[in-house]
T-cell receptor
């Protein structure tokens, strides 16, 4: 079984300040972890993914995330927010037993608001 | 660039109608998926397909069926629409098969917002 919890449903930051979106996961097997972003009236777009290589993962638009197995966390960060970062962000886990089909489990989403 | 298109952005139907949602991908991907997205619930998988004419149930298949007659096209069917099927429906596709599907990126369409009256 696998699950993912996004700890904040809504985060508000000022433009130019750091962004932190929190995600915790659970899985019975070694997970792959993803962050997707959804801008208003658009489909989801991959920001970054962790697939058991380097634990610090860099994505598009200056975002990065660190996989911490001991804390079962995969928090998303960005040093300086931009107005264009305002969107909904989804943390996703995929973990499978060898020989079975994989399935993604999505978090409930965090809406990021960026103010002037 | 991968492109996933969905037949309608907005759709309004009446209770009891049969509804077809169409999805087409242009990158020869093996896998295709249908999700519904509801506020506070994230995305939930309805059905997915890993090959033509093959399908598997996701987490919430009740009230839905799917069809994949061609590799590039995956249809979601609501046999008799009900008001609790009012939602945003998202289609996605991905390339890899076998164990690697666990790590593969899914590419999403823009979504169809369905309202059932």
């Amino acid at each position: 079984a696998q699950s993912v919890t996004q700890l904040d449903s809504h985060v508000s930051v000022s433009e130019g300040t750091p962004v932190l979106l929190r995600c915790n996961y659970s899985s019975s097997y070694s997970p792959s972890l993803f962050w997707y972003v959804q801008h208003p009236n658009k489909g989801l777009q991959l920001l970054l993914k962790y697939t058991s290589a380097a634990t610090l993962v860099k994505g598009i638009n200056g975002f990065e995330a660190e996989f911490k197995k001991s804390e079962t966390s995969f928090h998303l960060t960005k040093p300086s927010a931009h107005m264009s970062d305002a969107a909904e962000y989804f943390c996703v886990v995929s973990a499978q037993r060898a020989g079975t089909a994989s399935k993604l489990t999505f978090g409930t989403g965090t809406r990021l608001q960026v103010t002037l | 660039d991968v492109k996933v298109t969905q037949s309608s952005r907005y759709l309004v139907k009446r209770t009891g109608e049969k509804v077809f949602l169409e999805c087409v991908q242009d990158m020869d991907h093996e896998n295709m998926f249908w999700y519904r997205q509801d506020p506070g619930l994230g995305l939930r998988l309805i059905y997915f397909s890993y090959d033509v004419k093959m399908k598997e149930k996701g987490d919430i298949p009740e009230g839905y069926s799917v069809s994949r007659e061609k590799k590039e096209r995956f249809s979601l069917i609501l046999e008799s629409a009900s008001t609790n099927q009012t939602s945003m429906y998202l289609c996605a596709s991905s390339l890899l098969v076998g164990l690697a599907v666990n790590t593969d990126t899914q590419y999403f369409g823009p979504g169809t917002r369905l309202t059932v009256l």
